[in-house]
Protein backbone atom coordinates (compact mmCIF):
# COMPACT_ATOMS: atom_id res chain seq x y z
CA UNK A 1 0.00 0.00 0.00
CA UNK A 2 1.46 3.70 -1.10
CA UNK A 3 1.02 7.06 0.57
CA UNK A 4 -1.88 8.90 -1.20
CA UNK A 5 -1.43 12.92 -2.22
CA UNK A 6 -3.88 15.87 -3.51
CA UNK A 7 -3.49 18.26 -5.95
CA UNK A 8 -6.09 20.62 -4.41
CA UNK A 9 -8.61 23.60 -6.31
CA UNK A 10 -9.77 25.20 -3.40
CA UNK A 11 -12.32 27.91 -3.48
CA UNK A 12 -13.99 30.40 -0.84
CA UNK A 13 -16.65 32.65 -1.08
CA UNK A 14 -17.46 34.59 1.93
CA UNK A 15 -21.34 36.67 2.08
CA UNK A 16 -20.86 39.22 5.01
CA UNK A 17 -24.66 39.91 5.22
CA UNK A 18 -25.33 36.20 6.31
CA UNK A 19 -22.17 35.49 8.29
CA UNK A 20 -21.32 33.01 5.96
CA UNK A 21 -18.26 31.21 4.54
CA UNK A 22 -18.36 28.54 2.46
CA UNK A 23 -14.94 26.65 1.52
CA UNK A 24 -14.83 24.48 -1.68
CA UNK A 25 -12.31 21.86 -1.94
CA UNK A 26 -11.97 19.47 -5.31
CA UNK A 27 -9.47 17.03 -6.51
CA UNK A 28 -7.62 17.68 -9.65
CA UNK A 29 -5.74 15.33 -12.13
CA UNK A 30 -2.78 17.59 -12.63
CA UNK A 31 0.21 16.65 -12.81
CA UNK A 32 1.50 19.70 -14.81
CA UNK A 33 1.34 21.14 -11.43
CA UNK A 34 2.75 18.89 -8.97
CA UNK A 35 4.40 15.73 -10.41
CA UNK A 36 3.68 12.70 -8.73
CA UNK A 37 6.65 11.20 -6.52
CA UNK A 38 7.46 7.49 -6.81
CA UNK A 39 5.56 5.54 -4.77
CA UNK A 40 2.42 7.73 -4.44
CA UNK A 41 -0.88 7.17 -5.25
CA UNK A 42 -2.72 10.38 -6.31
CA UNK A 43 -6.52 11.12 -5.64
CA UNK A 44 -8.53 12.95 -8.44
CA UNK A 45 -11.65 12.17 -6.76
CA UNK A 46 -12.28 14.41 -3.97
CA UNK A 47 -15.24 17.30 -3.65
CA UNK A 48 -15.60 18.67 -0.09
CA UNK A 49 -16.91 21.47 1.25
CA UNK A 50 -16.74 23.13 4.67
CA UNK A 51 -19.72 25.98 5.83
CA UNK A 52 -19.03 28.50 8.24
CA UNK A 53 -21.79 30.11 9.70
CA UNK A 54 -21.19 32.64 12.37
CA UNK A 55 -24.47 31.99 14.92
CA UNK A 56 -23.23 34.27 18.07
CA UNK A 57 -20.70 36.60 19.02
CA UNK A 58 -18.11 33.57 19.61
CA UNK A 59 -19.43 31.26 18.00
CA UNK A 60 -19.18 29.05 14.90
CA UNK A 61 -21.62 26.50 13.49
CA UNK A 62 -18.96 24.22 11.29
CA UNK A 63 -20.36 21.50 8.69
CA UNK A 64 -17.95 19.61 6.81
CA UNK A 65 -18.71 17.03 4.15
CA UNK A 66 -16.52 15.49 2.03
CA UNK A 67 -16.24 12.05 -0.61
CA UNK A 68 -13.33 10.81 -2.03
CA UNK A 69 -12.09 7.88 -3.93
CA UNK A 70 -8.89 6.57 -2.26
CA UNK A 71 -7.79 4.78 -5.62
CA UNK A 72 -6.09 1.85 -5.43
CA UNK A 73 -6.48 -1.44 -3.33
CA UNK A 74 -7.21 -0.55 0.12
CA UNK A 75 -9.30 -3.06 2.05
CA UNK A 76 -12.78 -1.60 3.22
CA UNK A 77 -11.91 -1.46 7.11
CA UNK A 78 -9.15 0.87 6.70
CA UNK A 79 -11.31 3.46 4.14
CA UNK A 80 -14.05 2.95 6.70
CA UNK A 81 -11.52 3.35 9.57
CA UNK A 82 -10.43 7.00 7.67
CA UNK A 83 -13.96 8.10 6.92
CA UNK A 84 -15.05 7.64 10.40
CA UNK A 85 -12.10 9.22 12.22
CA UNK A 86 -11.27 12.10 9.84
CA UNK A 87 -13.67 14.83 10.14
CA UNK A 88 -13.05 14.30 14.13
CA UNK A 89 -9.65 14.99 13.72
CA UNK A 90 -9.55 17.61 11.21
CA UNK A 91 -11.58 19.51 13.56
CA UNK A 92 -9.82 18.51 16.48
CA UNK A 93 -6.25 19.91 14.72
CA UNK A 94 -8.67 23.28 13.58
CA UNK A 95 -9.65 23.79 17.14
CA UNK A 96 -5.83 23.43 18.35
CA UNK A 97 -4.83 26.00 15.80
CA UNK A 98 -6.94 28.60 16.44
CA UNK A 99 -6.38 28.27 19.66
CA UNK A 100 -2.39 28.76 19.55
CA UNK A 101 -3.40 32.21 18.04
CA UNK A 102 -4.93 33.67 21.18
Known amino acids: MHDRDYVLDIR ?3 AKSSKKAVI ?4 LDRPDL ?11 ELNGT ?9 SVEITY ?13 LANAFVVDQPFSTLLNLKQHFAALQ
Open 12 to 14: ITH
Open 24 to 27: EVRG
Open 50 to 58: WTLTQIAEN
Open 65 to 77: QTEANPTGKIPAW
Open 34 to 44: VPLKQKRVRVT
